[in-house]
């Protein structure tokens, strides 16, 4: 709005309209009740008191009309000429009422600076000019029929002067309002920018944000805290049956502050989280602010570094011990040709080449992790990559095992290393067998490829329908050096792990309600890594 705009088009300007209407029907009626009740005749010096007793219903009939008809003007001539009229009438009252005496160039004041705050500029002076015209000139035209009435002339002129100040100054005040009005509304605005901003921060932040008010409802939870505790909604609900560990951690803070809260899991697949709370007062009310930190990065960057040093610690005596064990190991198989040994040493020959076998795997796998390369990603198209791959696969099983394979949709592709891809679906593809065998005569493992409807981006489940993994032990298969079989290393799902997430994907484990286990991978969209 400019400063040559009509205050009328805002919701102020509308109000003070409203209340214009009321005072001009009040001013009808204290004029309507003086002709009726007879003090007029008492009050004012009449000139014509039949123009002024029809003047007066005029007036009053006239400015109700206008009240009811003239509710939001949208042009700035309705009020001009709204305005105009009611100084026109006012004057013409003031003429029949017999000049300054009857008081009612007062109310030609008042409409004045009036009309002055719904409009601006000249046009605001054009009303002022008009009002003091017809004040001087019905004063001249009363003193041709009156003698008496030379004497209004200062008066008038006094009149006319108010006319033009009360214009001048309502302008003045108007317009420092207005500017005040336009700088308040600016800094409302910038404040809900700034507010919105804060709210956008607060909602792309990492760290989970949540504020709990003192019976442990959630007044406040940002899209971190929501994704962290597996939620898709917490406003307005009680934490406790939501998250019973996090209660459990926050009881301990109120316990104990200094100590450092436990860490805990929202989800059994879910990150490891590390809670931290802060005291929010609000006069006499006391909030609490949490913050969750996924720790399970940091863990793995530390996981990371040790490997690391463990890698080029056995880099460094991988000769030396790779030396005597191939020597323990060749002197075991010559033993094992011997032909004086009873069965009860070639037994302990053939521990002694398993242990052998299985130390040089633990060898070669952590020289995997110390030396692995960098990954090269290629755009595959995921459903004929699938398909070659089983079918590659499949040529060297045996008759009691097979890999089926189940896509669904087209144009399925992902920007991936094909030699890490093959690493990691041989390994998950060779477990799965592993484990099926264990439940049934003939191991199978399945391979399903389709597009995630929430995230838009390729999966591949690798299933299969062996015993599965027991729920105590789900959050620790993809740590390094785990395992639950004798001979086995604990660094292949560890390093599919770690293949898939140097190239943006993603794998996880998850039961399956049929029985077995489900290995899954979710691949980056084939633009990410472009």
Not at 37 to 54: C, E, I, K, Q
Not at 182 to 210: C, P, S
Not at 431 to 453: I, K, T
Not at 514 to 527: D, K, L, M, T, W
């Amino acid at each position: 709005m400019n400063a040559k705009s009509p205050v009328f088009l805002g919701q102020q300007g509308r109000r003070i309209l409203r209340l214009y209407h009321l005072y001009r029907v009040a001013i009808g009626l204290v004029l309507v009740l003086l002709i009726s009740s007879g003090l007029h005749s008492d009050l004012m010096r009449m000139v014509n008191p039949t123009a002024f007793h029809y003047g007066a219903w005029g007036y009053l009939i006239l400015n109700t009309l206008i009240a009811v008809l003239l509710q939001n003007p949208r042009r700035e001539l309705s009020v001009m000429i709204l305005a105009l009229t009611d100084v026109s009438l006012l004057s013409a009252l003031f003429y029949f009422a017999g000049g300054t005496p009857s008081g009612i160039g007062n109310l030609l004041i008042i409409a004045v600076a009036i009309a002055n705050i719904l409009l601006r500029g000249r046009i605001g002076f054009l009303i002022a000019a008009v009002a003091a015209t017809g004040l001087i000139y019905l004063t001249f035209y009363l003193s041709l029929n009156n003698s008496e009435a030379g004497t209004q002339y200062v008066q008038a002129a006094a009149l006319g002067t108010l006319c033009f100040a009360a214009a001048l100054l309502v302008q003045g005040l108007t317009r420092r309002l207005q500017v005040s009005e336009t700088l308040a509304r600016q800094r409302a605005e910038e404040v809900a920018n700034l507010e919105a901003l804060n709210a956008q921060i607060l909602q792309r932040m990492r760290t989970g944000i949540l504020v709990l008010d003192p019976q442990q409802r959630i007044l406040l939870a940002n899209q971190g805290a929501l994704d962290m505790l597996d939620q898709h909604s917490l406003v307005g609900e009680r934490l406790a049956p939501r998250c019973p560990a996090l209660i459990d951690a926050l009881r301990q803070w109120r316990e104990n502050p200094t100590l450092r809260p436990q860490q805990f899991k929202a989800t059994p697949n879910g990150a490891m989280l590390q809670p931290s709370f802060a005291a929010l007062q609000h006069g006499v009310r006391q909030d609490t602010l949490v913050f969750l930190e996924d720790i399970s990065q940091i863990a793995q960057q530390a996981q990371q570094l040790k490997l690391a040093s463990l890698g080029r610690l056995t880099a460094s005596i991988a000769h030396e011990i790779r030396n005597p064990l191939g020597a323990i190991s060749h002197a075991a198989q010559l033993l094992q040709e011997s032909e004086e040994l009873d069965a009860a040493d070639l037994r302990l020959t053939q521990i002694i080449q398993d242990h052998s076998r299985r130390m040089n795997l633990v060898i070669e796998n952590v020289l995997q992790l110390s030396r692995r390369r960098q990954a090269e990603p290629q755009l595959l198209d995921l459903k004929y990559w699938v398909h070659r791959f089983a079918s590659e696969f499949r040529s060297s099983l045996p008759a009691h095992q097979s890999v089926h394979v189940k896509t669904l949709g087209s144009s399925l592709q992902t920007r991936m290393d094909p030699n890490q891809l093959i690493q990691v679906l041989t390994n998950l593809v060779q477990n799965g067998l592993r484990y099926s065998g264990q439940e049934h005569p003939e191991a199978q493992v399945w391979l399903h490829l389709f597009r995630d409807e929430a995230s838009d981006l390729p999966v591949l489940e690798v299933l299969d329908d062996g015993p599965g993994v027991p729920a105590e032990q789900v959050q620790n298969i993809f740590e390094p050096f785990f395992t639950t079989e004798n001979k086995g290393t604990g660094l292949g799902l560890y390093i599919c792990r770690e293949l898939c997430e140097s190239n943006q994907a993603r794998l996880d484990y998850r039961t399956r309600d049929e029985g077995g286990s489900c290995f899954r991978i979710v691949f980056a969209h084939p633009g990410k890594l472009a």
